[in-house]
């Protein structure tokens, strides 16, 4: 018998990735990205470039989705040298929570030609954080009424999942809203085009979608809201429920044109790409958070028991691993943070002393930056640049850095922007730990695992050994793993996990002189946190709003 493949497929925010992996022990054989070709509209439509669209949106278009499948997955079968009919299962995952509106046969209302033009009817990414107006609106009628479910997700609802946004449409668009049939996560809307079943996935459906112990809010709650929405749940989002690693369906006939695989392999129920990560690095055992660093960081770990954490983005039964408690939380600007900083903070010296170098600017700056004893900078900065998903949720929450003179440079901002994020992950971890989740080990997975300086201060900030997944693309190798399982390859994701995923322990270690500085800084960090982000002044708030009558055509 031949050697038996998977192929697991990771969407991100600009792109999506194939990767081909062996069933029998995890090996990598070959990937390929492809590019979106509209990547994030956040300025305007491509069919109305000269119609700006307001501040906070974040858009996509659902065929470049299909694009990875049709380029992406076939450039990796081939760079691997498999015979593609040794392929057993293809699986995916999405950032979360990214919706899209479609007709009742999963055609997205966008490709229509009287909603071209219509940005309600395009994807609504998962950084699309337009809807807080709503989202504010849903947690003070829960906690009004005392929903039971509002506990479940720290409670707040954010703007980033599929009530607010789904509110948000109706509210700013009926008629888009109207011709909506459904509101369906990416994840299962790239699986239903793979398959031709519209399964809804348990992770995204109990993180993002509000369903807990099999139910949604009801619709005498949604009426309260908007009594147009009372319907929302059945009219346009129930689907059947399909557990993580489960097959959705086979490979239909199309999709096996797109990809070149076979015809009726395994198609597993979609996933969200923090959650499939997890099992990748072996982390299936209560007390591993894996933090998956990017543009953003999810963090995420099972639990035997049920607790309720102030500010977490959820807690699900079998939401990452069956049989136990998913918890996610999560930080909504990393990698983006830094970037932002290189792309408008940096002036023409430092980038002309990185070419000279050899080097890009990021890794100009970690040099200069990793060569400063702790709080030689004299900074301490807020992480909200794209607001605060936890432990605040809040995104009209925004950047703040302290401590600025003339003799600051920028390896002292960049540096300070790190350690702010690591703050904010500090944050996270003590928020579980004091209620009753402990948090025993941090793994690291994501590209910015390979920034040495930010590794050594998260150890140093949070005071635990760092471990490293052995992949560098976890979220496809989980996938892949998702894959396996719903191929019929291994019982469990468990036994997956153990066969194919890969860990790297404790490569970095916390230093107790640099602990204790830091843990100084964490308190000015908290003061700041908890001054700007719980009520002490709502200054981000007042300008957020000011913002956004300017732009919509206030005084000039």
């Not at 949106?57 to 380029?71: E, F, G, I, M, N």
């Not at 096996?256 to 395994?266: D, F, M, S």
């Not at 129920?269 to 997890?278: K, L, S």
């Amino acid at each position: 018998m031949s050697e038996q493949y998977v192929v697991g497929v990771d969407y991100g925010t600009l792109s999506g990735r194939a990767l081909v992996v062996s069933v029998k022990d995890g090996r990598e054989l070959a990937s390929a990205v492809h590019p979106y070709a509209h990547a994030v509209i956040s300025d305007a439509l491509p069919t109305t470039p000269g119609s700006p669209l307001p501040p906070d949106w974040a858009l996509q278009v659902p065929s470049d989705y299909v694009d990875v499948l049709r380029t992406a997955v076939p450039e990796a079968v081939r760079a691997s040298g498999i015979d593609p009919a040794d392929v057993i299962g293809i699986a995916t995952d999405f950032t979360a929570c990214t919706m899209v509106p479609t007709l009742a046969d999963g055609t997205p209302l966008n490709e229509l030609p009287q909603f071209a033009d219509r940005p309600h009817a395009y994807v609504k990414l998962w950084k699309h954080h337009a809807a807080q107006g709503q989202a504010d609106r849903i947690n003070a009628l829960a906690e009004q009424r005392g929903e039971a479910w509002l506990p479940r997700y720290g409670g707040l609802i954010s703007s980033e999942w599929e009530f607010a946004k789904g509110l948000q449409v109706l509210e700013e668009d009926p008629e888009v809203y109207a011709a909506m049939e459904r509101w369906v996560e990416a994840a299962d809307w790239i699986v239903w085009q793979l398959c031709g079943t519209y399964v809804r996935n348990a992770c995204a459906a109990g993180y993002k979608g509000i369903l807990q112990d099999g139910a949604y809010p009801g619709a005498d709650f949604l009426a309260g809201l908007n009594p147009a929405f009372a319907d929302f749940v059945s009219a346009k989002l129930d689907q059947p429920i399909g557990q993580l690693g489960r097959p959705a369906g086979t490979l239909t006939a199309e999709a096996a044109g797109w990809t070149g695989l076979p015809e009726g392999i395994a198609v597993a129920v979609g996933n969200v790409d923090a959650h499939v990560t997890a099992p990748a690095a072996q982390a299936v055992d209560a007390g591993q958070m894996v933090a998956i660093m990017g543009t953003s960081t999810c963090h995420v770990m099972s639990g035997s028991v049920l607790r309720e954490v102030p500010g977490m983005c959820g807690v699900v039964d079998g939401g990452i691993v069956s049989g136990t408690w998913g918890y996610e939380a999560g930080q909504s600007g990393v990698g983006d943070i830094f970037g932002w900083f290189v792309d408008h903070g940096v002036p023409a010296y430092v980038r002309e002393a990185a070419d000279a170098a050899g080097v890009g600017v990021h890794e100009h700056l970690t040099e200069l930056a990793a060569k400063q004893p702790v709080g030689a900078h004299g900074l301490v900065a807020l992480d909200w640049h794209s607001g605060n998903r936890s432990v605040l949720v809040d995104h009209e929450l925004t950047g703040l850095i302290v401590g600025q003179t003339l003799a600051t440079k920028p390896e002292d901002v960049y540096r300070a922007l790190i350690e702010a994020t690591a703050f904010g992950t500090r944050t996270i971890i003590e928020t579980f730990n004091a209620s009753g989740v402990p948090v025993e080990e941090l793994i690291i997975a994501g590209g910015l695992s390979k920034n040495p300086l930010l590794m050594q201060i998260y150890s140093d900030v949070t005071r635990l050994p760092l471990s490293v997944i052995g992949s560098e693309q976890g979220p496809a190798l989980g996938s892949a793993l998702h894959a396996a399982v719903a191929a019929g390859a291994y019982a469990d994701i468990r036994a997956a996990a153990k066969a194919m995923g890969s860990l790297n322990r404790a490569v970095v270690l916390p230093d107790e002189g640099r602990s204790k500085v830091y843990d100084r800084l964490f308190a000015e960090y908290t003061a700041l946190h908890d001054h700007f982000g719980r009520g002490g002044n709502d200054v981000m708030h007042r300008l957020h709003a000011l913002r956004r009558e300017a732009l919509a055509g206030g005084a000039a």
